[in-house]
């Protein structure tokens, strides 16, 4: 069975908190029966810039990393992943 892969991109910083947790909830309960991994380019505070984060979904619990900081429209990416 293949995992189930969401991207979105400056999507969730248009929901109000209540949805962002509703939409995670139901990812989490949706991995009880096969992994999801959530990549997503999300502008969710001012005090950073943009970053892309890679949210991985397995039997009900969540992991998320931040992968990189991006400028809104794309002019540069600073990968903060390692390896």
């Known amino acids: 069975q293949a995992a189930l892969c969401v991207f ?3 999507t969730l ?3 109000p908190v209540e ?3 509703a939409f995670d909830l139901q ?5 009880n029966h096969r992994p999801i991994y959530r990549l997503g380019i999300e502008w969710l505070t001012s005090d ?14 969540s992991t998320t990393e931040t992968l990189a900081y991006c400028e809104s429209h794309g002019r540069w ?3 903060r992943a390692e390896g």
């Open 8 to 10: 979105h991109s400056f």
């Open 13 to 15: 910083n248009q929901f």
């Open 19 to 21: 949805a962002r947790e």
């Open 27 to 31: 990812l989490r309960d949706q991995s």
């Open 48 to 61: 950073f810039p943009p970053t892309v984060t890679l949210t991985r979904y397995v039997s009900g619990e």
């Open 77 to 79: 990416l600073e990968w």
